[in-house]
């Protein structure tokens, strides 16, 4: 990781990983000093950008093509789990709302959260153990076809601030199957180096001591109630050379095929 020369307390580096038998450099800028986790989103997403231009141009290379489009809202009705501090940060976005809307937002997060408890499933995606069984919770949250609250007219209504899964979430196989997803009619597109989210260092804990492993996007108030507090500032350059430790070995899935709630 080498720094270039720079006045400004930030770090500019470029970070050589071998994926595939083949290196990948992605180019990072962290700030050298202590800073919120929450301050760091903007270097995620960058790094997840550029995994993602890698793995789109490697799938049209091999003859498929990126079939997501605005108006095709059938994956925002998934269970989409999201790091802590991107639940953190949605719930800001939703308080800096002006009125009526942010009434409205609370709403439809609410309404949400009164099917999942019909269902069952509130307390499950609550309990800390919830990754545990992240497969299947995903189905099960499935049939039940939730609209993300963010989902207006079939498109994302905070889309510069939606999560990094969202973003990461793309399919090469026509857009109608979507609404059957099976590991047989939809082809999600492979990362190089596994979803950038579950390499975000775990800055949360649970009541119990263990980490936050990651936050359903639609309970994001319900985590933010329960804790209130962030984590303390930590140096910049110390959280993302946790995040890159993760990525040695990446873990990948197959060449294509569906991901579930904790591959996402």
């Given at each position: 990781?080498?720094?270039?020369?720079?006045?400004?307390?930030?770090?500019?580096?470029?970070?050589?990983?071998?994926?595939?038998?083949?290196?990948?450099?992605?180019?990072?800028?962290?700030?050298?000093?202590?800073?919120?986790?929450?301050?760091?989103?903007?270097?995620?997403?960058?790094?997840?950008?550029?995994?993602?231009?890698?793995?789109?141009?490697?799938?049209?290379?091999?003859?498929?093509?990126?079939?997501?489009?605005?108006?095709?809202?059938?994956?925002?009705r998934q269970l989409v789990p999201i790091s802590p501090i991107e639940a953190r940060e949605l719930v800001k976005v939703i308080d800096r709302m002006p009125e009526p809307r942010r009434t409205e937002m609370r709403r439809r997060f609410s309404v949400v959260r009164q099917a999942l408890?019909?269902?069952?499933?509130?307390?499950?995606?609550?309990?800390?153990?919830?990754?545990?069984?992240?497969?299947?919770?995903?189905?099960?949250?499935?049939?039940?076809?939730?609209?993300?609250?963010?989902?207006?007219?079939?498109?994302?209504?905070?889309?510069?601030?939606?999560?990094?899964?969202?973003?990461?979430?793309?399919?090469?196989?026509?857009?109608?199957?979507?609404?059957?997803?099976?590991?047989?009619?939809?082809?999600?597109?492979?990362?190089?180096?596994?979803?950038?989210?579950?390499?975000?260092?775990?800055?949360?804990?649970?009541?119990?001591?263990?980490?936050?492993?990651?936050?359903?996007?639609?309970?994001?108030?319900?985590?933010?109630?329960?804790?209130?507090?962030?984590?303390?500032?930590?140096?910049?350059?110390?959280?993302?050379?946790?995040?890159?430790?993760?990525?040695?070995?990446?873990?990948?899935?197959?060449?294509?095929?569906?991901?579930?709630?904790?591959?996402?």
């Amino acid at each position: 990781m080498a720094n270039s020369p720079q006045s400004s307390p930030v770090r500019t580096a470029t970070v050589e990983l071998t994926v595939n038998g083949r290196r990948l450099g992605l180019h990072v800028s962290v700030p050298d000093r202590p800073v919120r986790p929450a301050e760091l989103l903007p270097v995620y997403r960058s790094i997840s950008a550029q995994l993602m231009a890698v793995a789109v141009k490697d799938v049209e290379d091999a003859g498929f093509k990126v079939s997501c489009r605005a108006g095709c809202g059938a994956c925002c009705r998934q269970l989409v789990p999201i790091s802590p501090i991107e639940a953190r940060e949605l719930v800001k976005v939703i308080d800096r709302m002006p009125e009526p809307r942010r009434t409205e937002m609370r709403r439809r997060f609410s309404v949400v959260r009164q099917a999942l408890q019909g269902a069952g499933l509130l307390e499950r995606l609550l309990d800390p153990r919830h990754s545990r069984e992240g497969r299947v919770l995903s189905e099960q949250y499935w049939r039940l076809r939730l609209p993300c609250p963010f989902l207006e007219n079939e498109s994302c209504s905070i889309y510069p601030d939606r999560p990094i899964a969202c973003r990461e979430y793309l399919v090469v196989s026509p857009a109608e199957h979507c609404a059957e997803p099976t590991s047989e009619n939809v082809r999600a597109l492979p990362l190089p180096a596994g979803p950038v989210p579950v390499r975000i260092p775990h800055h949360e804990r649970n009541r119990d001591g263990t980490p936050v492993d990651w936050v359903a996007l639609t309970l994001s108030p319900d985590f933010v109630a329960v804790n209130p507090t962030e984590p303390p500032p930590r140096p910049g350059t110390q959280f993302v050379g946790e995040f890159f430790k993760s990525a040695v070995p990446p873990r990948l899935g197959p060449p294509l095929g569906t991901r579930d709630a904790t591959e996402r």
